[in-house]
């Protein structure tokens, strides 16, 4: 059965609220996640399911209008507007909230840019915050600034929590070994990124590790080289594996490998590297059995996603089969919720005396101070950054904050105590970045903005793979009653 609440579903509500619009007018929006498999054209009607296969939305480019120049203001210098004209309809069974700022433009070189408001005077009817029934539709436009330089690569929808929709895809298909310009916000060069290989059905591993019944592991390899003129740090947690059925998927650092293959192939790791230089690193998954690759895709902060490999390129792009690869992950469902690794896919010592008394009453307390942070997120709205937004931000923080009395006090045994102190300073930290939000917004300050959002970020990278999931990881051998984290 998959967990509603887990260490890995609240990561993904607190990345997925990070797509909201910035405060810059055509600034970069912050985006960090999972998306529909299928690469669209303008015209084409997209399939929008959640991470349990139902049907969500459909949803269609009707129209790009580029340049766009039908309304009252005029761009920013370096800048043009284009009009990306929309119509999704409510395909489920429940009420679909459709917020404008939560659809983005990604531009040629990997800058997601989100719309602005202007006065159109054209017949085209703006796209607005909706609540649509099940069964209603919306059709409008959205007018967004991007570089005047710059061409469409993609039109990406964050549908909710697991689900970002590829709209329209202009991007050619990436082989393996081929090399993808990584820039920064500035539009410099940071890395040249290349998938070396993706090998399905990965089985190269360490004595007693399988994946579970039903489900697989996947081995993707990876080349960062710095063609920057400072220190580049790859983030390994940024890597995404998608596939055919629309679900994105996070690396995870539960399978070990055998000492042959992390001797082949290194883990990919966020140490620094010089200019000039590059890392070869492997970055594991562990995804359903029947489901097939589609690609891979970087995200390596807020503002910037950049695809790495398809696997329909032809033979030079199809996924190895076999244990030629390697593989460090196991399921981080930024896109899907399955069940997390079982105790018994490692053999290692359980505890002993009293290391885990009270273990299931800890568990208890913590899922649901957990199921609350990420309440917090799911409900806090900032694709509008005004007045409401900040206050909302605000009376998050200190939700949030009652929460790490409650988890402070939790009792955890003691092979739990570090966890629960690592959790603690996560809910202390998101607090103060809620609250860095809600001062950027009264400031109007988007850089202040942006590295309150990029605080959640890192903050979320930590559980899929940091010291968090390394903790986790550690404690689920050690106490096996704590089975549902």
């Not at 330089?149 to 590829?166: E, F, K, R, S």
């Not at 105790?343 to 273990?359: M, Q, R, Y």
């Not at 009395?405 to 009792?411: G, I, L, P, V």
Request: charged share 25%.
């Amino acid at each position: 059965m998959r967990k509603l609440v887990s260490l890995a579903l609240t990561l993904a509500f607190v990345a997925s609220f990070s797509f909201s619009a910035g405060i810059a007018t055509a600034a970069p929006a912050a985006g960090h996640l999972a998306a529909r498999s299928a690469a669209q054209e303008i015209g084409d009607t997209i399939t929008v399911t959640d991470t349990d296969g139902n049907d969500v939305a459909k949803a269609t480019v009707d129209d790009i209008i580029d340049p766009f120049e039908d309304m009252q203001q005029s761009p920013k210098k370096g800048l043009r507007f284009i009009s990306v004209e929309v119509t999704i309809e409510n395909t489920g069974k429940d009420t679909l909230t459709v917020t404008p700022g939560n659809i983005g433009v990604v531009d040629d070189k990997g800058i997601i840019y989100v719309g602005v408001d202007v006065d159109r005077t054209d017949k085209v009817d703006p796209l607005v915050d909706t609540d649509l029934a099940p069964g209603d539709s919306i059709s409008g436009g959205l007018a967004v600034g991007i570089p005047d330089d710059g061409d469409i690569a993609q039109v990406v929808w964050l549908v909710g929590q697991g689900m970002l929709p590829i709209l329209v895809n202009n991007l050619d298909p990436v082989a393996l070994g081929d090399q993808v310009t990584l820039y920064n916000t500035d539009y410099a060069e940071e890395a040249a990124v290349s998938t070396e290989d993706v090998v399905d059905n990965f089985d190269d591993l360490a004595k007693g590790t399988e994946p579970q019944k039903g489900l697989k592991f996947v081995g993707v390899t990876v080349t960062f080289e710095n063609t920057g003129e400072e220190a580049f740090t790859p983030v390994p947690a940024s890597v995404f594996l998608g596939t055919t059925d629309g679900i994105f998927w996070a690396p995870e650092s539960s399978v070990d490998r055998s000492a042959d293959a992390i001797d082949q192939i290194p883990d990919l790791t966020d140490d620094p590297i010089d200019p000039g230089d590059s890392v070869t690193g492997f970055v594991g998954f562990q995804i359903p059995q029947d489901l097939e690759i589609a690609w891979v895709m970087y995200l390596p902060d807020t503002s910037r996603l950049i695809r790495i490999y398809d696997a329909d390129t032809g033979e030079s792009g199809t996924p190895t089969a076999g244990d030629t690869g390697k593989n460090d992950g196991g399921l981080g469902p930024i896109g899907k919720q399955t069940p997390t690794p079982s105790s018994g896919s490692k053999k290692t010592p359980e505890a002993t005396g009293n290391e885990c008394a009270g273990a299931a009453d800890w568990q208890d307390v913590t899922l649901e101070t957990l199921g609350a942070w990420g309440g917090v997120f799911r409900n806090l709205d900032l694709s509008t950054p005004d007045a409401g937004a900040a206050s909302d931000a605000r009376d998050g923080a200190d939700t949030i904050r009652d929460l790490v009395t409650q988890q402070r006090d939790s009792n955890p045994p003691p092979a739990a105590e570090n966890l629960n102190d690592m959790l603690v300073q996560a809910f202390e930290d998101s607090a103060q970045a809620l609250d860095d939000i809600a001062d950027a917004i009264d400031a109007s300050d988007s850089a202040a903005y942006q590295d309150a959002i990029q605080t959640i970020s890192d903050i979320g990278n930590s559980f899929t793979e940091g010291d968090v999931a390394d903790t986790l990881t550690e404690l689920k051998s050690t106490c096996p009653e704590i089975d549902q984290l």
